[in-house]
Nanobody, 112 residues
Framework: QVQLVESGGGLVQPGGSLRLSCAASGVIFSIYTMSWYRQAPGKQREMVATITSGGIKIYADSVKGRFTISRDNTKYTVYLQMNSLKPEDTAVYYC??????WGQGTQVTVSS
């Protein structure tokens, strides 16, 4: 019964920014570790960023210093602020809770 809906993706130029949102329902959001994953064409899905219930943040080396994960428990939403975007950031981005299926994700395309 967990439902996660990603939004905020789009087309952006290299060096640009996007903020992704993940709205949750059917989940005890405040106690869950939440993560953002991405999958690029021909690549395996990888963890991009994680935030624990206590606010501890973990990032993939490839995005450190550029991406920021945050959460607003009152809105049952997790965010991914992406700055200084690179073409290699192009992927479908998914949010993930400990329970539930993968959703459709949101497409991020970084291209000039």
């Amino acid at each position: 019964q967990v439902q996660l809906v990603e939004s905020g993706g789009g087309l952006v130029q290299p060096g640009g920014s996007l903020r992704l949102s993940c709205a949750a329902s059917g989940v005890i959001f405040s106690i869950y570790t939440m993560s953002w994953y991405r999958q690029a064409p021909g690549k395996q899905r990888e963890m991009v960023a994680t935030i624990t219930s206590g606010g501890i943040k973990i990032y993939a080396d490839s995005v450190k210093g550029r991406f920021t994960i945050s959460r607003d428990n009152t809105k049952y939403t997790v965010y991914l602020q992406m700055n200084s975007l690179k073409p290699e950031d192009t992927a479908v981005y998914y949010c993930r809770a400990p329970i539930g299926d993968w959703g459709q994700g949101t497409q991020v395309t970084v291209s000039s």
